[in-house]
T-cell receptor
Framework: GEDVEQSLFLSVREGDSSVINCTYT??????LYWYKQEPGAGLQLLTY?????DMKQDQRLTVLLNKKDKHLSLRIADTQTGDSAIYFC??????????FGTGTRLQVFP | SAVISQKPSRDICQRGTSLTIQCQVD?????MFWYRQQPGQSLTLIAT?????????ESGFVIDKFPISRPNLTFSTLTVSNMSPEDSSIYLC?????????????FGPGTRLTVL
């Protein structure tokens, strides 16, 4: 089956940039997504990128897609304490269902 | 985006009992899904809830354990049957955005289940 891997933890200082990485084994996904999960909450869709794009920017968020290396990243500029959460990448792999990454816990300290 | 609510938001249940979780959407949607998130883990799809027909289950999940109803285009239920402590998880429903450009899925707030 599809494997979607993320590093478990990332710790950054407030005001710095955060980069959360995701690697996958199946390159057939039409769309790739980034979700945020705050403690005790459901999942919030942050952004997504179409598979024929290399980059998408949305305010403080920048998504980079390297299809050759099967690598997806989410950059958060000017990281704030409110960005502390777990971030999941996900792909739809030519189906309607989502396959989620393992999740990265981002901790922002003052 | 769609607004999704779930009931209950959390529950503590005894082993051997069953719990039915409700998912309500504020607009008609074709695709509804049920996911499980075990403690400290990522999300795993349980099944796709099909309106007017039986749900489509993923490998490792069966109808007897997780019966699903989908009576209309705005509502679905998931039952966790004959519960054991291993069923302690967050259960989330999601819907595919109507006319979404990126086939986006939006999630409900989740139901946090603890089985004693």
């Amino acid at each position: 089956g599809e494997d979607v891997e993320q590093s478990l933890f990332l710790s950054v200082r407030e005001g710095d940039s955060s980069v959360i990485n995701c690697t996958y084994t199946d390159s057939s996904s039409t769309y790739l997504y980034w979700y945020k999960q705050e403690p005790g909450a459901g999942l919030q869709l942050l952004t997504y990128i179409f598979s024929n794009m290399d980059m998408k920017q949305d305010q403080r968020l920048t998504v980079l897609l390297n299809k050759k290396d099967k690598h997806l990243s989410l950059r958060i500029a000017d990281t704030q304490t409110g960005d502390s959460a777990i971030y999941f990448c996900a792909g739809n792999y030519n189906t309607d269902k989502l396959i989620f990454g393992t999740g990265t816990r981002l901790q922002v300290f003052p | 985006s769609a607004v999704i609510s779930q009931k209950p938001s959390r529950d503590i249940c005894q082993r051997g009992t069953s719990l039915t979780i409700q998912c309500q959407v504020d607009s008609q949607v074709t695709m509804m899904f049920w996911y499980r998130q075990q403690p400290g883990q990522s999300l795993t799809l349980i099944a796709t809830a099909n309106q007017g027909s039986e749900a489509t289950y993923e490998s490792g999940f069966v109808i007897d354990k997780f019966p699903i109803s989908r009576p209309n285009l705005t509502f679905s239920t998931l039952t966790v049957s004959n519960m054991s402590p291993e069923d302690s998880s967050i259960y989330l429903c999601s819907v595919e955005a109507p006319q979404g450009a990126g086939n986006e899925q939006f999630f409900g707030p989740g139901t946090r289940l603890t089985v004693l």
